[in-house]
Each structure stands twice: as structure tokens, then as C-alpha cells.
């Protein structure tokens, strides 16, 4: 069974000391793919070095939560490493209303103009969206972007769930899965069908319940698949194979 980690800080402080071990653990564990989205301009370095190990894909972008660590040269950044590094996607990208005094403008204009250099460059996007599904689902539409991508961490409603999969877009599933007291996303995750979904962990944040109050891993990845595979009632093999499969769909240099 070979899983992708779609989304993977694993170029963050908290793996410096024993980054090596983490993504030898994940190899163990059957991980045979970890994309890492990019924050900020500032870290693009590091995350381009670190994903010179085999096991691990980069993806550059600007993400809406860190709007006063951005410059407007940041962009030219963007297209910059993507001409030169075959990052797999665009991302992390787009619209975050959930943080305090959100700078709405501004972020609606960050992620216009991220999309458009995906737009020019064939490559999907991976969304970061929080209390905002409904202004991002807007913005795809009226942009028509077609290149797809992956909703990170989806925690909006059936119906925004069906839109985004109408916009060839993949719906991302990770540790919050497994925790009971998620009942929308556990709803979302066996109504859904699942050609429309991938996994992926946010190491090191949203850590499966067996790991509650600790550093996430992409290790761990097997627990959300284990958790999905008993929600839904289908055998892991089976979940692994399509997912992995939904994920290279979208980013063929996963295979």
C-alpha cells in the first residue's frame, strides 16, 4: 500500500533536530510520497533544499495567514522558483477569515494573483480555506480555472464539497478525521465519493487522535487511512490504491 502525503510542513523548525528519522519512519510506513507547500517567500530556500530527498515534492505559494510577511516582489519569487524547481503545485494558497482582523483585500488579491501564475503554468493549487469556502468557490468560478487542485483540510459543507469536486478539485482528509467528535468532517469523508478524496496529515499541526497534544508526523498517515477505511467500511487496500491514485491525478510527478 503506498500513500501520498499531500500536504506535509515537514521543511518547518519543529523536524530540524530529527527530520532524517521522521521521513525514514514515513518510508516504513509505507509513505512513498510527501508534497511540502510552501508559507512564505523567506523559507523557499530551505524547502527547495530539503525536497531534494526523493521521498519529498515541493510546491511553492504565499499563505493568506502570514499576509504581513509577504512583499509584492514575493510573487516573481513565486514564478521564479517555479521555472526552476517543477514544484507540483501552487500552494499554500488562499483565503483565511478565521484568524483575527483578517486583511480581506488583501488576501483576495494574493490569492488572484497566485492562481494566475497557475493558470500560466499548467500546475493545480492547493487551498488553504478557512470560514471562507463560499468567496474561494466565487474566485475559481469567475477566474475559470480549470487546473484543479486539492481543498487542504476541507471542513465545509456537502453541498461547498460538491462545488469544489465540479471544479476538479480533490478534498483533503487528515487527522481531524479521526476524532468522533468531528461528525460533519467523518459525515463528509464516507458520503463522499472517493474518486474526490486524498490524504494528507499538516505535520506538524492536526495530529490524529492517538497522538492528541503531540508534534504531527507524516508517519502517522496510516491512522487516518485506517480511520477512513472503518468509516466507510472499505478495506485499506482499496482506500490506499485510490487516493494515492486521485493524488497522482492531479500531480503526475507523485507517481
Given at each position: 500500500?503506498?500513500l501520498i502525503d499531500t500536504h506535509c510542513h515537514i521543511d518547518v523548525d519543529d523536524?530540524?533536530?530529527?527530520?532524517?528519522?521522521?521521513?525514514?519512519?514515513?518510508?516504513?510506513?509505507?509513505?512513498?510520497?510527501?508534497?511540502?507547500?510552501?508559507?512564505?517567500?523567506?523559507?523557499?530556500?530551505?524547502?527547495?533544499?530539503?525536497?531534494?530527498?526523493?521521498?519529498?515534492?515541493?510546491?511553492?505559494?504565499?499563505?493568506?495567514?502570514?499576509?504581513?510577511?509577504?512583499?509584492?516582489?514575493?510573487?516573481?519569487?513565486?514564478?521564479?522558483?517555479?521555472?526552476?524547481?517543477?514544484?507540483?503545485?501552487?500552494?499554500?494558497?488562499?483565503?483565511?477569515?478565521?484568524?483575527?482582523?483578517?486583511?480581506?483585500?488583501?488576501?483576495?488579491?494574493?490569492?488572484?494573483?497566485?492562481?494566475?501564475?497557475?493558470?500560466?503554468?499548467?500546475?493545480?493549487?492547493?487551498?488553504?480555506?478557512?470560514?471562507?469556502?463560499?468567496?474561494?468557490?466565487?474566485?475559481?468560478?469567475?477566474?475559470?480555472?480549470?487546473?484543479?487542485?486539492?481543498?487542504?483540510?476541507?471542513?465545509?459543507?456537502?453541498?461547498?464539497?460538491?462545488?469544489?469536486?465540479?471544479?476538479?478539485?480533490?478534498?483533503?482528509?487528515?487527522?481531524?478525521?479521526?476524532?468522533?467528535?468531528?461528525?460533519?468532517?467523518?459525515?463528509?469523508?464516507?458520503?463522499?465519493?472517493?474518486?474526490?478524496?486524498?490524504?494528507?496529515?499538516?505535520?506538524?499541526?492536526?495530529?490524529?487522535?492517538?497522538?492528541?497534544?503531540?508534534?504531527?508526523?507524516?508517519?502517522?498517515?496510516?491512522?487516518?487511512?485506517?480511520?477512513?477505511?472503518?468509516?466507510?467500511?472499505?478495506?485499506?487496500?482499496?482506500?490506499?490504491?485510490?487516493?494515492?491514485?486521485?493524488?497522482?491525478?492531479?500531480?503526475?510527478?507523485?507517481?
Amino acid at each position: 500500500m503506498r500513500l501520498i502525503d499531500t500536504h506535509c510542513h515537514i521543511d518547518v523548525d519543529d523536524f530540524s533536530e530529527d527530520r532524517d528519522r521522521v521521513i525514514a519512519e514515513s518510508r516504513r510506513q509505507n509513505v512513498g510520497g510527501i508534497v511540502v507547500p510552501g508559507i512564505t517567500a523567506e523559507s523557499f530556500d530551505r524547502l527547495d533544499g530539503i525536497c531534494k530527498e526523493p521521498l519529498l515534492f515541493p510546491a511553492f505559494g504565499l499563505h493568506p495567514v502570514f499576509m504581513n510577511r509577504h512583499a509584492p516582489h514575493d510573487l516573481e519569487e513565486v514564478e521564479r522558483r517555479v521555472a526552476e524547481s517543477a514544484p507540483v503545485a501552487i500552494g499554500e494558497i488562499g483565503l483565511d477569515y478565521f484568524i483575527d482582523s483578517p486583511d480581506v483585500a488583501g488576501q483576495k488579491r494574493l490569492l488572484e494573483a497566485q492562481l494566475v501564475i497557475a493558470r500560466e503554468t499548467g500546475l493545480p493549487v492547493l487551498l488553504h480555506i478557512r470560514k471562507a469556502h463560499d468567496h474561494v468557490l466565487a474566485m475559481l468560478r469567475r477566474m475559470r480555472f480549470s487546473n484543479g487542485g486539492i481543498a487542504h483540510a476541507f471542513n465545509g459543507s456537502r453541498q461547498q464539497a460538491e462545488q469544489f469536486i465540479g471544479l476538479g478539485f480533490k478534498l483533503g482528509f487528515g487527522g481531524v478525521a479521526t476524532y468522533e467528535r468531528s461528525r460533519n468532517i467523518r459525515r463528509l469523508a464516507v458520503e463522499l465519493p472517493l474518486d474526490a478524496i486524498v490524504l494528507e496529515t499538516d505535520a506538524p499541526d492536526l495530529p490524529p487522535v492517538s497522538h492528541r497534544g503531540e508534534r504531527n508526523s507524516p508517519a502517522y498517515l496510516p491512522e487516518i487511512l485506517i480511520a477512513l477505511s472503518e468509516l466507510r467500511g472499505e478495506a485499506p487496500e482499496v482506500i490506499a490504491g485510490k487516493t494515492t491514485m486521485n493524488a497522482v491525478e492531479l500531480m503526475p510527478a507523485l507517481a
